[in-house]
């Protein structure tokens, strides 16, 4: 099993650029996450789906839209990208309320 | 005032001590609490749930203070490899979000 992967690894985009990051789990969850880490800051959710088919704003939702595709992949699209969403993202995974499975993260970087 | 806070740190810790640190929750609904284990330019990995009693996991001690609404990480015997920051993570009372700290960051020196 592959748990959670994301692509890219590392990005760097220009201001006003647009962007999807990919996520995919393979442990059959029902719950998918995006969060962004900051220096300081721990992990802020963006986005939360809760099961196939619906998606939730977190605490930090604006410059950010996502897309339940099935059952495995939620995916993060930041339509225009300003500096200030130069960060870390993490996806994560879970099948209840428990331990969440987080991927390796993106590096993001907006100049 | 941040729904969980803690001590950033870094805690420096001789190899072989033990070393404690504490983390304060706002929301007194909250249901469920972890430990969450994250290593320099990693993710994040589930140490440990932490239980009304208490619990153990090795080296591992934590504690819930429900009434001053704060909860404990104790490691005993540090290890080299123990370095790390740990997150203090608080589920609250609907759903399935989780509410992350800023993290403490241990560093076990030789």
């Known amino acids: 099993n592959a748990g959670v992967t994301q692509t890219p690894k590392f990005q760097v985009l220009k201001t006003g650029q647009s962007m999807t990051l990919q996520c995919a789990q393979d442990?059959?969850?029902?719950?998918m996450y995006w969060y962004r880490q900051d220096p300081g800051m721990g992990l802020r959710l963006i986005y939360y789906?809760?099961?196939?088919?619906?998606?939730d704003k977190g605490e930090v939702p604006n410059g950010y839209n996502v897309s339940r595709l099935n059952k495995r992949e939620f995916s993060l699209r930041l339509e225009s990208a300003a500096p200030s969403q130069t960060s870390v993202y993490f996806c994560?995974?879970?099948?209840?309320?428990?331990?969440?499975?987080f991927g390796p993260g993106t590096r993001l970087t907006v100049l | 005032r941040k729904e969980v806070e803690q001590d950033p740190g870094p805690f420096n810790v001789p190899e072989g001590a033990t070393v404690a640190f504490n983390c304060t929750y706002s929301n007194s609904a909250s249901q469920s609490f972890f430990w969450y284990r994250q290593d320099c330019r990693k993710e994040p990995k589930l140490l440990m749930s932490v239980y009304s009693s208490g619990n153990e996991d090795g080296r591992f001690t934590a504690q819930l203070n429900r009434a001053s609404q704060y909860i404990s990480l104790l490691i005993r015997d540090s290890k080299l490899s123990d370095s790390a920051t740990y997150l203090c993570?608080?589920?609250?009372?609907?759903?399935?979000?989780?509410?992350f700290g800023g993290g403490t960051r241990v560093l076990v020196k030789p």
């Open positions: 994560a995974s879970a099948r209840g309320v428990n331990e969440q499975f």
């Open positions: 993570v608080v589920k609250g009372a609907a759903g399935n979000k989780l509410t």
């Open positions: 442990m059959n969850h029902n719950s």
């Open positions: 789906s809760a099961s196939e088919g619906t998606t």
